[in-house]
């Protein structure tokens, strides 16, 4: 949707190797979230941050983390890649209470 | 913690006929919100409909309608006169109000069929 871009929008990578993924938005959103989307399981929050510099844990944190110097930027790092981290990675941004989110496009990452 | 369930994970429809989606969630808050996004092959998350709890009116968007049941904690979606495009994975959302999370909590979602 506009105004919010993930990249990349597919990555393959090696267990053990670290991987970081971009969420960029144009709409300084103060909420941006990370969520994986996994058969059987929806879409599960892996962290959320709600200001630069200030994040959260959701249900699904271990394993990862991430960051926020810009209001625009939210990464999302896999320190070390295991094959459980498998999924389809979203990005969202969100700036009022009354509406839902925006989502990015998704990553689809594979760890082989 | 919140939680939304959606117990139908495959369901089928002809085209032009009329299918009910389900969805219960469990809350204690007398306020949120409530979300049917569709997700179509392409992946994109896209917005249905939305609900806010102190409404008693049941949102509608063209074709798509909910029926809300607070007291049951029921929010399921109606799509009437079916078409292709509506195939779809169909996710149910809840959203608190309590300021700070801003959290949308999905349920398991529900593969849509559209059978021309």
């Known amino acids: 949707d506009a105004g919010i871009t993930q990249s990349p929008r597919h990555k393959v990578t090696e267990t053990g190797t670290p991987v970081t993924l971009r969420c960029h938005q144009t709409?300084?959103?103060?909420?941006m979230y990370w969520y994986r989307q996994d058969p059987g399981h929806g879409l599960r929050l892996i962290h959320y941050s709600y200001g630069v510099k200030d994040t959260d844990k959701g249900e699904v944190s271990d394993g990862y983390s991430v960051s926020r110097s810009k209001t625009e930027d939210f990464l999302l790092t896999l320190e070390s890649a295991t094959s459980s981290q498998t999924s389809v990675y979203f990005c969202?941004?969100?700036?009022?209470?009354?509406?839902?989110?925006?989502f990015g496009s998704g990553t689809r990452l594979t760890v082989v | 913690a919140q939680t939304v369930t959606q117990s139908q994970p495959e369901m089928s429809v002809q085209e032009a006929e009329t299918v009910t989606l389900s969805c219960t969630y469990d809350?204690?808050?007398?306020?949120?919100?409530l979300f049917w996004y569709k997700q179509p092959p392409s992946r994109q998350m896209i917005l249905v409909i939305r609900?806010?709890?102190?409404?008693?009116q049941n949102a509608t968007e063209n074709r798509f309608s909910v029926n809300f049941q607070k007291a049951a904690k029921s929010f399921s979606l109606k799509i009437s006169d079916s078409q292709l495009g509506d195939a779809a994975m169909y996710f149910c959302a809840y959203k608190t109000l309590i300021q700070g999370a801003q959290k949308l909590v999905f349920g398991q979602g529900t593969r849509l069929t559209i059978n021309p």
């Open positions: 969202a941004i969100t700036g009022t209470e009354y509406y839902g989110y925006t």
């Open positions: 609900q806010e709890a102190y409404k008693q």
């Open positions: 809350t204690s808050e007398s306020d949120y919100y």
């Open positions: 709409e300084n959103h103060r909420y």
